[in-house]
């Protein structure tokens, strides 16, 4: 089983519509989760952090359930710009190597005017 | 701040020869790096931890003697991938934890496109 599972996409939604991505991670242990951006051929950009009690940046929101070990990222009001891959990463929690990341497949949003 | 470069962005050589890849953090001192590697359509892949002045952390299935791993200081890595097929042609991308900013956020560099002919 991999360690963080993401919708498969790609996602081709409209400009201004909201959207949402699903993640679930297998290690109970994880401590950090994280949503990155990653534009074509280009290295991956933090978007934001996730917390437990979930936390917005604007249009972005991001959940976590710890129980179901599931992690999601919505996106209001989608711009052109938005268009890219959105990769859900985990860290390896305690007994791992200390920063040891795991990143999901990533998914595919195109935004279109 | 927390700013990652590698050098170079793309490069192209033969079967058989080595290319040396450098990341280094610009504006901090990262005693953390990791390098990664990322094929078409698929995630990125850890291959190993670099800690300052020490052996790196080689993750399962990745050739420590074929990928070749330096962190002689606390703002340069070095991946030197030796007798390269193309088979390794890849995205190759690293990253480096920032000290007080949450630690395990990473900044990657912005990545070295091989190609092995």
């Known amino acids: 089983r991999k360690e963080v599972e993401q919708d498969p996409g790609p996602f081709n939604v409209p400009e201004g519509a909201t959207v949402a991505f699903n993640c679930t991670y297998s290690n109970s242990a994880s401590q950090s989760f994280f949503w990155y951006r990653q534009d074509c051929r280009k290295e991956p950009k933090l978007l934001m952090s996730?917390?437990?009690s979930g936390n917005e940046d604007g249009r972005f929101t991001a959940q976590l359930n710890r129980a179901s070990q599931y992690i999601s990222l919505l996106i209001r009001d989608s711009k052109l710009s938005d268009s890219a891959t959105y990769l859900c990463v985990v860290n390896g929690g305690r007994g791992s190597t200390l920063g040891r990341l795991y990143f999901g497949r990533g998914t595919q949003l195109t935004v279109w005017p | 701040g927390a700013v990652v470069s590698q050098h170079p962005s793309w490069v192209i050589c033969k079967s058989g020869t080595s290319v040396k890849i450098e990341c280094r953090s610009l504006d901090f001192q990262a005693t953390t790096m990791f390098w990664y590697r990322q094929f078409p359509k698929q995630s990125l892949m850890l291959m190993a931890t670099s800690n300052e002045g020490s052996k790196a952390t080689y993750e399962q299935g990745v050739e420590k003697d074929k990928f070749l791993i330096n962190h002689a200081s606390l703002t340069l890595s070095t991946l030197t991938v030796t007798s390269a097929h193309p088979e390794d042609s890849s995205f190759y991308i690293c990253s480096a934890q920032t000290p007080g900013q949450g630690w395990d956020e990473q900044y990657f560099g912005p990545g070295t496109r091989l190609t092995v002919t």
């Open positions: 996730v917390y437990s």
